[in-house]
């Protein structure tokens, strides 16, 4: 009993500051160089941290895994700002991934992807 008691009050300062910790609503827009949108592209969304969560014990991954629609469009559940990895595979382009510092309530994110890189051989 006396350790509910104990972490108690702890798993309240949790709750609140998770409550309060500010959110950000994120599109994710993927083209081609030519402007052109990118249906059935694979976005992969995670976040990877935020400076105004406290951090107590093992953060828990927050990760979704979502296509494109026609529009070349996708979009994500409300999840934390801070810093958040996209990743876009589609087939024909060259995988892109990158890091974003998002600190905006809504946020639209645009990826234009490149066509796939001349393959090279040490045999001709």
Do not use: C
Request: aromatic share 6%.
């Amino acid at each position: 009993m006396r350790n509910a008691v104990r972490v108690l009050p702890l798993l309240f300062i949790l709750a609140a500051t998770l409550a309060a910790a500010p959110m950000t609503r994120i599109k994710v827009a993927v083209k081609t160089q030519s402007g052109k949108p990118v249906d059935r592209a694979s976005v992969i969304v995670k976040f990877l941290e935020s400076p105004n969560l406290l951090k107590l014990g093992k953060r828990t991954p927050v990760r979704w895994e979502v296509r494109t629609n026609q529009e070349g469009e996708v979009k994500v559940p409300e999840l934390p700002q801070g810093k958040i990895q996209i990743q876009v595979i589609a087939k024909g382009y060259q995988t892109f991934g990158q890091v974003f510092d998002i600190s905006d309530e809504e946020k639209t994110v645009e990826i234009k992807l490149n066509p796939p890189q001349q393959q090279y051989s040490a045999h001709q």
